[in-house]
């Protein structure tokens, strides 16, 4: 099955705790981002990344670190600087299109922090 | 002011309508728009992808760009209950490598 997987669905932590997100796709996509979705809001990018080992600040990156060692694989993972860390994170890989991506999404993960 | 602009709804129709989902935008540079629709407590879905001015078309759908109004539309005929869901506009620059998304619009489509 092609396609791109986010663990865990459900993730519950307390303040001051760090978290990592998974996120792994297996359609040889070369780009790939995290986005956060919050209640009637859009999608605000976090951090995205075109290659392996060279990743970019999105809009909302402070408080959120990445990596990208492998080409299928991007975690994200939520610090104790992140003021406000609950929301629905979703990430995506990006598949050329002309002059742009088109992206695809994973399921989520939907994080609460208390 | 948002760069991409979306009426949040809810927008309910009964089936078998028609729907016009709207997006009107304020950055000239944007050449790609994408819709998207997102159920309940799961990850976007790409429906439609188009370039510049014009239409396109795929089974139910009509997405329809004007770049002059700055203003893009997604049509969806002969509307189902199982189209109720959130429909996201999202768009890009040339070189861009991410997209802005609009808000979302709730659609609700009554039986």
């Known amino acids: 099955d092609g396609g791109i997987t986010q663990s865990p669905k459900y993730l519950f932590r307390k303040e001051g705790q760090n978290v990592t997100l998974s996120c792994e796709q297996n359609?040889?996509?070369?780009?790939m981002y995290w986005y956060r979705q919050d209640p009637g809001q859009g999608l605000r990018l976090i951090y995205y990344?075109?290659?392996?080992?060279?990743?970019q600040k999105g809009d909302i990156a402070e408080g959120y670190s990445v990596s990208r060692e492998k080409k299928e694989s991007f975690p994200l993972t939520v610090t104790s600087a992140q003021k406000n860390p609950t929301a629905f994170y979703l990430c995506?890989?990006?598949?050329?299109?002309?002059?742009?991506?088109?992206?695809?999404f994973g399921p989520g993960t939907r994080l609460t922090v208390t | 002011q948002k760069e991409v602009e979306q009426d949040p709804g809810p927008l309910s129709v009964p089936e078998g309508a028609i729907v016009s989902l709207n997006c009107t935008y304020s950055?000239?540079?944007?050449?790609?728009f994408m819709w998207y629709r997102q159920y309940s407590r799961k990850g976007p879905e790409l429906l439609m992808y188009?370039?510049?001015?014009g239409n396109k078309e795929d089974g139910r759908f009509t997405a329809q760009v004007d770049k002059s109004s700055k203003y893009i539309s997604l049509f969806i005929r002969d509307s189902q209950p199982s189209d109720s869901a959130t429909y996201l506009c999202?768009?890009?620059?040339?070189?861009?490598?991410?997209?802005?998304f609009g808000s979302g619009t709730r659609l609700q489509v009554q039986p």
């Open positions: 995506a890989s990006g598949l050329r299109a002309g002059g742009t991506y088109e992206q695809y």
């Open positions: 359609l040889n996509h070369d780009a």
């Open positions: 990344s075109q290659i392996v080992n060279d990743f």
């Open positions: 950055n000239s540079a944007f050449q790609y």
């Open positions: 188009t370039y510049s001015s």
């Open positions: 999202a768009m890009s620059a040339a070189g861009r490598r991410a997209l802005t």
